[in-house]
């Protein structure tokens, strides 16, 4: 039997690379002559940068960036193609996982630190990035990753506004003249994992405001910002970018990515794919495993499970996921490629104790999943 093992990582509990591991290790004592590949992906979250600076032999760089509270912390990003291309996840510095929290709240949180990173790896002569936008602390339109590029936003007293989402309703005038010279021939693709606009329900506030430490107030203050925001630049760029899919990802930063950047949005899977070249691989196995920390009714948003799922019924091949725990809405999935979905969360367990027991629980239920298959196959 040939099994494909191709997960996402667990968020906060296992990279995705460890993921796979536990699988394979759970399906060896069953199907110990198997010929098993792992390919760890991602879908613009954290685990980008990794696994493409792997899978193209590339190099990690270290640099301290501003956490997304403006602290100073070692963040990092990758480089591939010969020095030429820079992956950058946004996570690494301006990502969920950086607070504690009591400290999430997207009106203080920024982007700033992720702009840094950017403006490292054009000194270094980068000449196209590759941005992940996943995992995001931030619901500031990209405003911070923008003043860290050298944009300037002033209010009505013409002073510049604070690094956070809070001022972004009193933004009247800008200057972007540090832009053209930066970003002169320069190529950016953004591996976007949701398919939101900027603005609405179905927008970044309403949509992703709450994980991120919002209540209903704060949320509708996030949305109300944002749609002055979005005004603000139609009139002032003659161009309305707010309704683009991908533009509410990571809080409004693929907003400000398309509009002050002319980046290059797109499925952050199907670019993670492409790169790893799973589709050869998948042609070849004769069962396909995924999954993610959570499947629920977001996972067909451009998640990796859904993703790696469409690729495989392409060539027609059985797909199982397994996901860290089910939420509302998780049976979507099987609607999607996915023909049957497994949890290794207990019920009841508090997070201390599954972030504990994570490899544990995860060897288990891939166990019991190879066990069910050997069973089926008798």
């Known amino acids: 039997m040939n099994i494909l093992i191709a997960p996402d990582s667990f968020k906060e509990t296992l990279e995705a690379k460890e993921v796979a591991t536990c699988i394979e290790t759970s399906f060896k004592k069953v199907f110990p002559n198997a010929n098993i590949i792992k390919i760890p992906l991602a879908d613009g979250g954290e685990g980008t940068v990794k696994t493409l600076v792997e899978s193209n032999n590339g190099e990690l760089i270290k640099k301290k960036a501003e956490d997304p509270l403006g602290r100073t912390i070692c963040s990092y990003y990758g480089i591939i193609n010969n020095g030429k291309t820079a992956i950058i996840e946004m996570a690494t510095a301006s990502g969920l996982e950086l607070l504690k929290e009591e400290e999430k709240n997207p009106l203080k949180t920024s982007t700033y630190g992720f702009g840094q990173l950017i403006n490292h790896a054009l000194q270094k002569g980068v000449k196209e990035f590759i941005l992940g936008l996943g995992g995001s602390a931030t619901n500031d339109a990209g405003v911070g990753m923008l ?29 972007i003249s540090s832009l053209e010279k930066k970003f002169r021939n320069i190529t950016i693709n953004v591996a976007c994992d949701v398919t939101n606009p900027l603005c609405g329900r179905n927008g970044a506030s309403f949509v992703f405001g709450k994980q991120k430490g919002a209540d209903k107030k704060m949320i509708e203050q996030l949305d109300r910002n944002l749609s002055h925001f979005a005004k603000f630049c139609e009139k002032k760029f003659n161009k309305s970018t707010q309704y683009i899919e991908g533009a509410g990802a990571a809080g409004g930063l693929g907003f400000a990515l398309v509009t002050f950047l002319n980046a290059n949005l797109q499925s952050g899977i199907e670019l993670i794919m492409k790169s790893v070249n799973l589709e050869e691989k998948i042609k070849q196995a004769d069962l396909v495993i995924t999954g993610e920390g959570k499947l629920d009714r977001q996972s067909i948003q451009g998640k990796t499970p859904i993703g790696v799922a469409k690729l495989a019924k392409k060539h027609d091949k059985k797909v199982i996921a397994i996901a860290g725990c089910l939420d509302d809405g998780y049976e979507i999935v099987l609607e999607h490629g996915v023909d049957i979905v497994f949890d290794c969360t207990p019920i009841n367990s508090d997070f201390k104790t599954v972030k504990k027991n994570a490899k544990k629980n995860l060897e288990l239920t891939a166990f019991n999943v190879a066990k069910c298959l050997e069973i089926n196959l008798k």
């Not at 003043?147 to 200057?175: C, H, P, R, W």
């Open 147 to 175: 003043q860290a590029l050298g944009v300037k936003f002033y209010n009505k007293e013409n002073k510049e506004i604070s690094k956070s989402a809070k001022e972004i309703n009193q933004i009247t005038t800008m200057d």
